[in-house]
């Protein structure tokens, strides 16, 4: 039995903790929070060790492994301590807010010979992993361009303030929507090498970006563009949307089907020419326990597994995160640059024209 503990008991935490509880193959000895309410319910209502500071539970609890749910700044301390004291890690996107970070923490489990496991849980979608199949069999042809997007309804007015709307702790819609975005694209398509006329875009927030639009450019020639706001409220809950156009055809996956359109089938599987439609309810494997989604537990259940057997790779391991915030300190830089040349400060006039 693997006993593991949680770090952070906020909405993911909870989630985790709910997941983690029913698994056949984990034993949840102790759980932290920063929160005396949470703590001290925990402590009435379940059997379980419960901890203020995450040292002292990886100090006294023995664990195989450990799940950190913390704000995003908090999250290479805990993660370089767990695995200094040799112990599995799975930790919530985005990675790290620092790159170089992010990078040490990816040589150390590497050296260590540690699970290492990032939260995108994307990656576990049955309509993307299908959409990914079908890209690796080139079943549209040679892919030449496509759009990745997503939106929600986060900061929807002024002046709010949580840990997310924070540049040194979550940094906003950058980090936290659009990670999510550019971790599926690098899963479906592999990273960009250069972005261009990145915006990130303040709605509501002072202090982040609500918004985030660019192009993607890659040295195959491959373009996308990216869009993602977190401050729309047309949209009921996070919803996001990768459609790829290729030579043959083109995809349009998210989260409930994946569906292809192919000029002319060639033969290829049971395809017919047009539009042919796959349901995530049709694709996804049953979980033994439901909560938001399947892949919520698919993903637990994948770590869970790469620990029993002692299997370090991992199609969302540190290293496959740390291309999203490779990604990410692109964008930064280059919305910084564009601010420089086409700020507020730089008009644009249309020229005259003399007859």
């Not at 309509?127 to 997503?150: C, D, M």
């Not at 938001?292 to 969302?316: P, W």
Request: net charge neutral.
């Amino acid at each position: 039995m693997i006993r593991a503990g949680i770090i952070g008991l906020g909405k993911m935490g909870v989630s985790h903790y709910a997941i983690i509880n029913t698994h056949p193959d984990i034993h949840l000895v102790g759980v932290c929070d920063s929160t005396a309410f949470i703590v001290s319910t925990l402590e009435k209502m379940a059997d379980i060790r419960t901890f203020k500071d995450y040292r002292k539970m990886i100090d006294q609890c023995s664990l195989d492994c450990v799940i950190i749910s913390t704000p995003t700044s908090t999250h290479a301390e805990m993660v370089r301590y767990a695995m200094e004291n040799r112990i599995n890690v799975f930790v919530e996107k985005p990675f790290c807010l620092d790159y170089e970070q992010g990078r040490q923490l990816t040589e150390l489990a590497e050296q260590q010979n540690l699970v290492n496991q990032v939260g995108y849980q994307y990656r576990f979608v049955a309509s993307f992993a299908r959409t990914r199949q079908l890209l690796e069999k080139r079943a549209i042809g040679k892919v030449y361009h496509f759009t990745a997007e997503a939106y929600g309804q986060v900061v929807v007015r002024p002046k709010v303030k949580t840990w997310r709307t924070k540049p040194t702790a979550g940094g906003g819609c950058l980090y936290d929507y659009a990670s999510h975005v550019i971790d599926l694209v690098n899963y479906l398509l592999g990273p960009a090498q250069r972005v261009s006329g990145t915006v990130l875009k303040n709605v509501f927030s002072e202090d982040v970006c609500d918004a985030v639009y660019s192009t993607l450019l890659y040295d195959n020639g491959i373009t996308g563009q990216l869009a993602v706001n977190w401050s729309d409220k047309t949209y009921r809950k996070m919803s996001t949307q990768m459609e790829i156009y290729g030579d043959r055809g083109k995809i349009i996956a998210d989260r409930q089907q994946c569906r292809v359109f192919l000029w002319d089938s060639g033969g290829f599987e049971d395809m017919q020419e047009g539009w042919n439609i796959f349901y995530t309810t049709d694709l996804t494997k049953p979980a033994w326990f439901y909560l938001r989604g399947e892949e919520y537990s698919h993903q637990i259940d994948y770590f869970v597994d790469h620990i029993k057997n002692n299997q370090l790779e991992n199609i969302n391991s540190f290293a496959s995160a740390l291309l999203t915030d490779v990604i990410i300190d692109l964008l930064k830089t280059d919305a910084a640059q564009w601010s420089r040349n086409y700020g507020q400060d730089t008009v644009w006039r249309q020229p005259v024209f003399r007859h």
